[in-house]
């Protein structure tokens, strides 16, 4: 798994994640519920190939946290 810890509003996120499996694996990415739907529809994109899923996401600042 690769990602930045801190991210600014106006950056771009990238999640990448990278497995070693038999069969291939499909992975995923999933969140909280009442955040799930905010992810999915999100101003970004990402690519999923056998064994590796990345994310691309734009900041805002409604994604700040504490």
Do not use: H, W
């Not at 009442?34 to 600042?61: F, H, I, M």
């Amino acid at each position: 798994l690769i990602m930045k810890e801190e991210v600014r509003e106006f950056d771009v996120i990238s999640i990448i994640c990278t497995v070693q499996s038999f069969p291939e694996s499909q992975l995923t990415v999933t969140g909280p519920q009442s955040e799930l739907k905010n992810t999915q529809n999100r101003r970004g994109n990402s690519t999923a190939t056998a064994n590796k899923l990345s994310v691309y996401l734009n900041v805002t600042e409604p994604d700040a946290g504490t």
